[in-house]
């Protein structure tokens, strides 16, 4: 069964850090990609970031270019987004998602929540 469960999400004031991760099981991670979607308050979900669980190939939504860093940890099997100078348009609901081929999402977690107050 396969579980991803979302941490770190927080309230904080604009131009502050927070580090979202996401503790993945029951994948068999060689052939996935990871990513983190968000969903504002009457929005749709959009993407963030992905990236590939073997290679560690990155692609970001241009919104959160330069502020915003994917990384994973094979040891631990987890998921980190390190994000870095928070604009309250950043707020949203934060999810961990994975996928066979970086398009496609078959599995999703509950979600974090992210506010940032300006």
Known sequence: QVQLVESG???????GSL?????????TFSGYYM????QAPGKE?????RISWRLG???YVDSVKGR????????????TLQMN?????DTALYYCAAGGDG???QYWGQGTQVTVSS
């Open 9 to 15: 999400g927080a309230s904080v004031q604009a131009g």
């Open 19 to 27: 580090r979202l991760s996401c503790a993945a099981s029951g994948l």
């Open 35 to 38: 990513g983190w979607f968000r």
């Open 45 to 49: 979900r959009e993407f963030v970031a």
């Open 57 to 59: 190939v990155t692609k």
């Open 68 to 79: 915003f860093t994917i990384s994973r940890d094979k040891v631990k099997n987890t998921v």
């Open 85 to 89: 100078g928070l604009k309250p348009e």
């Open 103 to 105: 398009l496609s999402w």
